[in-house]
């Protein structure tokens, strides 16, 4: 399974980015989905997963009500729309994918080692 993550780019506080993840290679339909995020010198971040059928929604508690993470199975796509952005969302963000949906069901979807495939990420910054 290959993922391709774009969207990326600089914005000024306050603005609005949305991030696409193109699935290709697998069944997207039927993998659990997610973005984390990596800033420099910390650790990769949880940002927000969506279950394979988009039934069930997550995120981390800074991005609730400015992020919306939605797929479109048909078009085997992830989306994240990024909105009222700040400059601690400054990251380079990557999509990634789980083949297991009892992932989804617990807090492990927040854990980077639950996913099995991964993009190369797009950078996010956020500065005025």
């Known amino acids: 399974v290959q993922l391709q993550a774009s969207g990326g780019g600089l914005v000024q506080p306050g603005g609005s980015l949305s991030l696409s993840c193109e699935a290709s290679?697998?069944?997207?339909?039927?993998?659990?989905m997610a973005w984390f995020r990596q800033a420099p010198g910390k650790e990769r971040q949880f940002v927000a997963a969506?279950?394979?059928?988009?039934?069930?929604?997550y995120y981390r508690e800074s991005v609730k009500g400015r992020f919306t993470i939605s797929r479109e199975n048909a078009k085997n796509t992830l989306y994240l729309q990024m909105n009222r952005l700040r400059p601690e969302d400054t990251a380079v963000y990557y999509c990634?994918?789980?083949?297991?949906?009892?992932?989804?069901?617990?807090?492990?979807?927040?854990?980077?080692?639950?996913?099995?495939?991964w993009g190369q990420g797009t950078l996010v910054t956020v500065s005025s």
């Open positions: 969506i279950t394979w059928s988009g039934g069930s929604i």
């Open positions: 990634a994918a789980t083949t297991r949906r009892t992932v989804m069901l617990t807090r492990t979807r927040e854990s980077p080692n639950e996913y099995d495939y």
């Open positions: 290679g697998g069944t997207f339909r039927s993998y659990g």
